[in-house]
């Protein structure tokens, strides 16, 4: 059984569950348990040893950390805080996806954007993926690109797109 661990420093499990069942509505039934959910409102390495134990008790696959800026503490643009959370992130020996913002002139600005903080952010980082959203979608859709911007290992994937769109009754 696949297991996710969902570490989220920026909404309420309601919010979560909410924006799970939008995506998931009419597809396929996520198993109960198969998401586990726990919000945190200190920097990663406060928590650090009570999310290992989580990652090897429950057998999980897939952490998201949801996000870098929080994960990293007080000035997480600094070199100390952002290699102290990433480093926490790679000892969970798991497959990490940790999003992270971008400052509001690389969002405006329409070439690649870095995740905000201290360049270690993206040369530790083993791969990196900037998502945008194209703002000329309407209120009942979402188009979102993907663009790969690093890869450690490998060729870079294309980019690709996605498109959500909302049926409201």
Same mark, same amino acid.
């Given at each position: ?9 920026? *909404? ?5 569950? /909410? ?8 597809? /396929?039934?996520?198993? *109960?348990? *198969?998401?586990?959910?726990? +919000?945190?409102? !200190? ?5 650090? %040893?009570?999310?290992? &134990? %989580?990652? =090897? ?27 102290? @959370? ?13 999003? =992270?913002?971008?400052? $509001?002139? @690389?969002?405006?600005?329409?070439? +690649? *954007? !870095? ?17 945008? !959203?194209?703002?000329? &979608?309407?209120?009942? %859709? ?7 911007? $690093?890869?450690?290992?490998?060729? $870079? @994937? ?12």
């Amino acid at each position: 059984v696949d297991r996710v661990l969902y570490l989220d420093w920026e *909404a309420d499990q309601a919010t979560h569950e /909410e924006r799970l069942w939008s995506l998931t509505v009419g597809r /396929e039934t996520i198993p *109960a348990g *198969a998401i586990l959910y726990r +919000p945190l409102f !200190r920097p990663l390495v406060d928590h650090l %040893e009570q999310v290992q &134990t %989580e990652v =090897a008790r429950h057998g999980i696959n897939l952490v998201i950390c949801d996000s870098l800026a929080p994960a990293c503490g007080t000035e997480p643009e600094g070199a100390d805080a952002a290699v102290g @959370a990433l480093n926490a992130l790679r000892s969970l020996t798991t497959t990490v996806i940790c999003l =992270a913002h971008v400052s $509001k002139s @690389a969002a405006d600005n329409s070439g +690649p *954007a !870095r995740p905000f903080g201290s360049v270690f952010v993206q040369n530790l980082a083993r791969s990196t993926i900037e998502v945008r !959203r194209d703002e000329g &979608t309407g209120d009942d %859709e979402i188009t979102v690109s993907l663009y790969h911007r $690093k890869c450690n290992v490998g060729p $870079k @994937a294309r980019a690709s797109a996605l498109r959500f769109v909302y049926e409201f009754d």
